[in-house]
């Protein structure tokens, strides 16, 4: 029996979380602000009713935000990163393979299922997932992974959150081809030329037209579409060929010392990343960056690059020479918005490449210590053990004056029941 190919999305992810945690924003609009609080990132459905694009400034809509008594939060990426992974846990211990295709949508194959039998399994899932995590979670269920994302869109309008798409079903008849994953408005028109305007006119197009339309991508989900795996499940990418921490500040820093904790923090960051891929990195870059919106300002874009001595992925060598190149470019007459930390030449952390020039023996033992220190903070919360070069309450450097409380990662913020 061939396999189905499944998409579960969290429904509206990050206001979701909020909700799981806060009883009291259920039923009220929800907008989810960017870093330092500038745009609005993610909407729950009763903000999306009112109309309030994605990606708008918010200080544009703070007016018409309050008037409906919309809930602002400042985004928490650590909580809805955690919870991603309990959604991604639960799928995995479930189904038998899974493919995580952003923080809250993976891809998953399901095998030895009839029809009947995969929608009420579909639906056994979604129920243990929202008691477990409290989030609402659609599935879509199809021959193809075409096919599971356009029955997850039509999941979200059903009741039990689950839908089982074959290619007999009629609503492929209504649907237009732009609701097709992969079909965007220029491609769509590009079909509209040839007489195509549904997605089954699309089904039962011809294959040498369509390709010679749309190119070998557009024949794919012609294929895919009438049941015919052309993309399988994508094996988790084990290495990286950059790591990358930026910020943008609150507000315009001039002096060296905020930039200093700043540009450690994010090399202390990026060293984390490093080890959590079981990488080293050959070589650092650093930049900053002025505000563009202050013209009357002086304007820059300064950066610096080099070698590391020896690839490595010790926060303290990361956080010494990322301090070395902030001091070589820094202004003391500008005033930076941005600063980033970039790694590159990155390559497995075993073995080591060495040089005649650099003592080595040290090496095992700062790789434990770089360990032990990652296994602490995992238990214990990050920032439990760091560097005396940034300060722990850095996060006064950006603006997120309406967080809510990291209710899964930090022992300060669990919920007390009383």
């Known amino acids: 029996m061939n396999p189905y190919y499944g998409l579960a999305d969290c429904?509206?992810?990050?206001?979701?979380?909020?909700?799981?945690f806060n009883p009291h924003l259920r039923n009220r609009p929800i907008a989810i602000l960017s870093n330092n609080d500038g745009c609005i990132v993610a909407r729950s459905n009763e903000l999306k009713s009112?109309?309030?694009?994605?990606?708008?400034?918010?200080?544009?809509?703070?007016?018409?935000?309050?008037?409906?008594?919309?809930?602002?939060?400042?985004?928490?990426?650590?909580?809805?990163?955690?919870?991603?992974?309990?959604?991604?846990?639960?799928?995995?211990?479930?189904?038998?393979?899974?493919?995580?295709?952003?923080?809250?949508?993976?891809?998953i194959r399901a095998n030895g299922f009839t029809d009947e039998g995969l929608e009420k399994y579909g639906e056994e899932v979604r129920s243990h997932l929202l008691q477990w995590t409290g989030l609402p979670v659609s599935l879509g269920f199809g021959r193809t992974k075409?096919?599971?994302?356009?029955?997850?869109?039509?999941?979200?309008?059903?009741?039990?959150?689950?839908?089982?798409?074959?290619?007999?079903?009629?609503?492929?008849?209504e649907l237009p081809i732009t609701k097709v994953w992969g079909i965007n408005k220029g491609l769509g028109r590009r079909l509209n030329a040839i007489g195509v305007y549904t997605i089954r006119q699309f089904m039962n197009a011809n294959q040498n037209a369509v390709r010679k339309r749309c190119g070998v991508v557009g024949l794919r989900l012609l294929l895919?579409?009438?049941?015919?795996?052309?993309?399988?499940?994508?094996?988790?990418?084990?290495?990286r060929k950059h790591i990358m921490v930026s910020r943008t500040f609150k507000s315009?820093?001039?002096?060296?010392?905020?930039?200093?904790?700043?540009?450690?923090?994010?090399?202390?960051?990026?060293?984390?990343?490093?080890?959590?891929?079981?990488?080293?990195a050959g070589g650092m870059s650093i930049f900053l960056r002025s505000n563009p919106y202050k013209s009357e300002l002086r304007?820059?874009?300064?950066?610096?690059?080099?070698?590391?001595?020896?690839?490595?992925?010790?926060?303290?060598?990361?956080?010494?020479?990322?301090?070395?190149?902030?001091?070589?470019?820094?202004?003391?007459?500008?005033a930076y918005k941005k600063l980033g930390v970039l790694l590159h030449d990155l390559r497995p952390r075993n073995p080591i490449q060495t040089n005649l020039f650099e003592p080595t023996s040290h090496i095992p033992r700062r790789?434990?210590?770089?360990?032990?220190?990652?296994?602490?903070?995992?238990?214990?919360?990050?920032?439990?053990?760091?560097?005396?070069?940034?300060?722990?309450?850095?996060?006064?450097?950006?603006?997120?004056?309406?967080?809510?409380?990291?209710?899964?990662t930090s022992w300060d913020d669990i919920l007390e029941v009383e």
């Open 146 to 173: 075409t096919l599971s994302k356009l029955a997850n869109k039509l999941a979200k309008k059903t009741p039990s959150g689950v839908c089982l798409l074959t290619t007999e079903h009629p609503i492929l008849d």
């Open 50 to 107: 009112l109309d309030i694009p994605m990606g708008v400034p918010y200080w544009k809509h703070k007016h018409l935000l309050k008037k409906y008594n919309t809930a602002v939060l400042s985004s928490n990426y650590r909580l809805y990163g955690d919870m991603s992974n309990r959604v991604m846990e639960i799928l995995e211990d479930r189904f038998a393979d899974v493919e995580v295709y952003s923080i809250d949508e993976a891809f």
């Open 299 to 334: 304007q820059v874009r300064l950066s610096a690059a080099g070698a590391l001595p020896i690839a490595t992925s010790d926060t303290s060598v990361l956080i010494q020479v990322a301090q070395q190149m902030l001091h070589s470019i820094f202004d003391k007459s500008v």
């Open 367 to 408: 790789n434990d210590l770089m360990d032990a220190m990652d296994a602490l903070n995992a238990k214990w919360g990050k920032g439990t053990l760091r560097m005396a070069s940034y300060a722990q309450d850095i996060h006064h450097l950006y603006r997120k004056e309406k967080q809510s409380p990291e209710y899964t």
């Open 224 to 239: 895919e579409l009438n049941g015919m795996p052309c993309h399988d499940l994508i094996a988790p990418r084990e290495t």
């Open 11 to 20: 429904n509206n992810f990050y206001a979701s979380c909020e909700r799981a």
């Open 252 to 280: 315009d820093l001039t002096g060296k010392k905020s930039l200093i904790e700043a540009v450690s923090k994010h090399a202390a960051r990026a060293g984390e990343k490093l080890r959590d891929c079981n990488q080293i």
